[in-house]
Protein backbone atom coordinates (compact mmCIF):
# COMPACT_ATOMS: atom_id res chain seq x y z
CA UNK A 1 0.00 0.00 0.00
CA UNK A 2 0.42 3.42 -0.20
CA UNK A 3 3.52 4.49 2.42
CA UNK A 4 4.51 8.44 3.51
CA UNK A 5 7.64 9.21 4.86
CA UNK A 6 8.50 12.39 6.53
CA UNK A 7 12.10 13.79 7.84
CA UNK A 8 13.71 14.59 9.93
CA UNK A 9 11.43 12.68 13.34
CA UNK A 10 12.48 16.07 15.12
CA UNK A 11 14.16 19.42 14.32
CA UNK A 12 15.61 21.64 16.77
CA UNK A 13 16.20 24.55 15.52
CA UNK A 14 17.99 28.49 17.36
CA UNK A 15 14.98 30.93 16.84
CA UNK A 16 15.75 32.80 14.12
CA UNK A 17 16.80 30.28 12.03
CA UNK A 18 15.58 28.65 8.95
CA UNK A 19 14.86 24.83 8.29
CA UNK A 20 13.12 22.56 6.05
CA UNK A 21 11.16 19.04 6.44
CA UNK A 22 10.97 17.01 3.89
CA UNK A 23 8.03 14.65 2.82
CA UNK A 24 7.95 11.66 0.24
CA UNK A 25 5.74 8.76 -0.50
CA UNK A 26 5.92 5.68 -2.20
CA UNK A 27 3.19 6.37 -4.99
CA UNK A 28 2.42 9.66 -7.16
CA UNK A 29 -0.12 11.51 -5.34
CA UNK A 30 -3.23 13.48 -6.58
CA UNK A 31 -2.38 16.18 -3.48
CA UNK A 32 -0.01 16.81 -0.62
CA UNK A 33 -1.88 18.40 2.15
CA UNK A 34 0.28 19.92 5.19
CA UNK A 35 -1.02 19.41 8.75
CA UNK A 36 -0.28 21.46 11.91
CA UNK A 37 -0.71 20.00 15.52
CA UNK A 38 0.52 21.94 18.41
CA UNK A 39 1.58 20.13 22.16
CA UNK A 40 -1.60 19.13 23.32
CA UNK A 41 -3.53 20.37 20.43
CA UNK A 42 -5.40 18.89 17.51
CA UNK A 43 -4.20 18.41 13.35
CA UNK A 44 -4.93 21.75 11.96
CA UNK A 45 -4.72 21.75 8.34
CA UNK A 46 -2.31 24.32 6.75
CA UNK A 47 -2.38 23.74 2.97
CA UNK A 48 -3.00 21.27 -0.07
CA UNK A 49 -0.51 21.55 -3.24
CA UNK A 50 -1.90 19.77 -6.48
CA UNK A 51 -0.19 20.44 -9.62
CA UNK A 52 3.13 19.45 -10.23
CA UNK A 53 6.33 21.99 -9.53
CA UNK A 54 3.59 23.98 -6.99
CA UNK A 55 4.72 26.27 -5.09
CA UNK A 56 3.16 28.17 -2.28
CA UNK A 57 3.74 30.39 0.56
CA UNK A 58 2.12 31.24 3.95
CA UNK A 59 4.15 34.03 5.20
CA UNK A 60 7.52 32.40 6.86
CA UNK A 61 6.23 28.78 5.41
CA UNK A 62 6.94 27.95 1.72
CA UNK A 63 5.27 24.50 0.70
CA UNK A 64 6.46 23.15 -2.56
CA UNK A 65 5.27 19.73 -4.30
CA UNK A 66 7.86 17.98 -6.44
CA UNK A 67 7.36 17.86 -10.42
CA UNK A 68 7.01 13.72 -10.03
CA UNK A 69 4.38 14.10 -7.29
CA UNK A 70 5.96 12.20 -4.97
CA UNK A 71 7.23 14.60 -2.78
CA UNK A 72 7.03 17.78 -0.73
CA UNK A 73 8.87 20.00 1.25
CA UNK A 74 8.03 22.47 4.02
CA UNK A 75 10.70 25.17 4.48
CA UNK A 76 10.33 28.05 7.20
CA UNK A 77 12.22 30.79 7.84
CA UNK A 78 13.42 33.02 10.92
CA UNK A 79 11.98 30.85 12.98
CA UNK A 80 10.05 31.91 15.48
CA UNK A 81 8.57 29.93 18.96
CA UNK A 82 4.59 29.77 17.62
CA UNK A 83 6.20 27.19 14.87
CA UNK A 84 6.39 24.87 17.88
CA UNK A 85 4.84 21.62 16.80
CA UNK A 86 4.22 18.57 14.43
CA UNK A 87 4.42 18.87 10.98
CA UNK A 88 2.42 16.22 9.26
CA UNK A 89 1.97 16.10 5.30
CA UNK A 90 -0.41 13.30 3.93
CA UNK A 91 -1.50 12.22 0.81
CA UNK A 92 -5.11 10.52 -0.22
CA UNK A 93 -5.21 6.74 -1.31
CA UNK A 94 -8.30 5.22 -1.60
CA UNK A 95 -10.47 7.04 0.50
CA UNK A 96 -8.06 8.09 3.17
CA UNK A 97 -5.57 10.38 3.81
CA UNK A 98 -2.06 8.41 4.46
CA UNK A 99 0.04 10.83 7.09
CA UNK A 100 4.02 11.05 7.64
CA UNK A 101 4.89 10.10 11.31
CA UNK A 102 5.41 13.67 11.34
CA UNK A 103 8.24 16.29 12.27
CA UNK A 104 8.59 17.21 15.58
CA UNK A 105 10.07 21.10 15.84
CA UNK A 106 11.19 22.50 19.33
CA UNK A 107 12.79 26.06 19.10
CA UNK A 108 15.97 27.37 21.63
CA UNK A 109 15.04 30.66 22.59
CA UNK B 1 -12.73 25.85 16.35
CA UNK B 2 -12.90 23.36 13.30
CA UNK B 3 -16.61 22.69 14.15
CA UNK B 4 -15.78 18.93 14.67
CA UNK B 5 -17.09 17.98 18.44
CA UNK B 6 -16.15 14.68 20.36
CA UNK B 7 -16.92 13.15 23.79
CA UNK B 8 -16.27 12.70 25.68
CA UNK B 9 -12.53 14.93 25.74
CA UNK B 10 -10.88 12.28 28.79
CA UNK B 11 -12.14 8.71 29.50
CA UNK B 12 -10.73 6.67 32.14
CA UNK B 13 -11.68 3.25 32.50
CA UNK B 14 -10.10 -0.16 33.26
CA UNK B 15 -8.86 -2.59 31.25
CA UNK B 16 -11.82 -5.51 30.18
CA UNK B 17 -13.87 -2.76 30.09
CA UNK B 18 -16.36 -1.13 26.66
CA UNK B 19 -16.22 2.85 25.74
CA UNK B 20 -18.46 4.70 23.17
CA UNK B 21 -16.65 7.50 21.69
CA UNK B 22 -18.61 10.14 20.24
CA UNK B 23 -18.25 12.56 16.94
CA UNK B 24 -20.35 15.38 15.28
CA UNK B 25 -18.90 16.42 12.28
CA UNK B 26 -18.73 19.74 10.66
CA UNK B 27 -22.46 20.86 9.10
CA UNK B 28 -22.49 19.31 5.78
CA UNK B 29 -19.57 16.99 6.25
CA UNK B 30 -20.25 13.53 4.71
CA UNK B 31 -16.99 12.01 6.05
CA UNK B 32 -15.75 10.84 9.28
CA UNK B 33 -12.16 9.38 9.95
CA UNK B 34 -11.16 7.61 13.17
CA UNK B 35 -7.44 8.29 14.01
CA UNK B 36 -6.06 6.60 16.96
CA UNK B 37 -2.53 8.49 18.28
CA UNK B 38 -0.38 7.02 21.10
CA UNK B 39 2.07 9.09 22.87
CA UNK B 40 4.00 10.89 21.04
CA UNK B 41 3.50 8.73 17.85
CA UNK B 42 2.11 9.83 14.41
CA UNK B 43 -1.67 9.14 13.39
CA UNK B 44 -2.97 5.82 12.55
CA UNK B 45 -5.86 5.86 10.57
CA UNK B 46 -8.85 3.55 11.60
CA UNK B 47 -11.52 3.78 9.55
CA UNK B 48 -13.38 5.77 7.40
CA UNK B 49 -17.63 6.30 6.73
CA UNK B 50 -18.73 8.12 4.08
CA UNK B 51 -23.06 9.30 3.93
CA UNK B 52 -23.59 6.01 6.68
CA UNK B 53 -21.04 3.32 4.50
CA UNK B 54 -17.52 2.44 5.42
CA UNK B 55 -15.58 3.61 2.48
CA UNK B 56 -12.07 2.56 4.04
CA UNK B 57 -10.34 0.92 6.62
CA UNK B 58 -7.11 1.14 7.92
CA UNK B 59 -5.73 -0.93 10.97
CA UNK B 60 -8.45 -1.60 13.01
CA UNK B 61 -8.34 -4.15 15.75
CA UNK B 62 -10.99 -6.51 15.68
CA UNK B 63 -11.88 -5.13 19.48
CA UNK B 64 -13.57 -1.92 17.67
CA UNK B 65 -15.74 -0.72 15.69
CA UNK B 66 -17.12 2.29 14.24
CA UNK B 67 -20.54 3.42 12.50
CA UNK B 68 -22.03 6.62 11.40
CA UNK B 69 -26.02 7.07 11.95
CA UNK B 70 -28.24 9.18 9.50
CA UNK B 71 -27.81 12.36 11.19
CA UNK B 72 -24.02 11.82 10.42
CA UNK B 73 -22.54 11.82 13.72
CA UNK B 74 -20.25 8.43 13.99
CA UNK B 75 -19.48 6.87 17.26
CA UNK B 76 -16.24 4.20 17.60
CA UNK B 77 -16.84 1.65 20.28
CA UNK B 78 -13.57 0.43 21.72
CA UNK B 79 -14.00 -3.14 23.75
CA UNK B 80 -11.99 -5.68 25.39
CA UNK B 81 -10.18 -2.55 26.73
CA UNK B 82 -5.97 -3.41 27.32
CA UNK B 83 -3.80 -1.32 28.58
CA UNK B 84 -2.25 -0.60 25.12
CA UNK B 85 -5.34 1.20 23.70
CA UNK B 86 -4.52 4.20 26.06
CA UNK B 87 -4.15 6.53 23.62
CA UNK B 88 -5.55 10.05 21.80
CA UNK B 89 -8.59 8.89 19.30
CA UNK B 90 -9.62 11.99 16.76
CA UNK B 91 -12.19 12.24 15.08
CA UNK B 92 -12.18 14.12 11.56
CA UNK B 93 -14.34 15.42 8.67
CA UNK B 94 -14.54 16.25 5.44
CA UNK B 95 -16.98 17.31 2.36
CA UNK B 96 -15.80 14.51 -0.17
CA UNK B 97 -14.32 10.72 0.23
CA UNK B 98 -10.91 10.81 1.46
CA UNK B 99 -9.44 13.59 -1.19
CA UNK B 100 -9.62 16.87 0.47
CA UNK B 101 -8.62 18.85 3.51
CA UNK B 102 -9.72 17.03 6.97
CA UNK B 103 -10.73 19.37 10.09
CA UNK B 104 -10.20 17.40 12.97
CA UNK B 105 -11.70 17.47 16.87
CA UNK B 106 -10.10 17.95 19.88
CA UNK B 107 -9.64 14.38 20.92
CA UNK B 108 -10.62 11.96 23.26
CA UNK B 109 -7.84 11.24 25.76
CA UNK B 110 -8.56 7.43 26.62
CA UNK B 111 -6.39 5.82 29.50
CA UNK B 112 -7.02 2.44 30.32
CA UNK B 113 -5.61 1.25 33.99
Known amino acids: GQQVMQIPQYQHVQEGEDFTTYCNSS?????IQWYKQRPGGHPVFLIQ?????EVKKQKRLTFQFGEAKKNSSLHITATQTTDVGTYFC?????????FGAGTTVTVRA | DSGVTQTPKHLITATGQRVTLRCSPR?????VYWYQQSLDQGLQFLIH???????AKGNILERFSAQQFPDLHSELNLSSLELGDSALYFC????????????FGPGTRLTVL
Open chain 1, 49 to 53: LVKSG
Open chain 2, 27 to 31: SGDLS
Open chain 1, 27 to 31: TTLSN
Open chain 1, 90 to 98: AGPHDYKLS
Open chain 2, 92 to 103: ASSGTRGRNEQF
Open chain 2, 49 to 55: YYNGEER
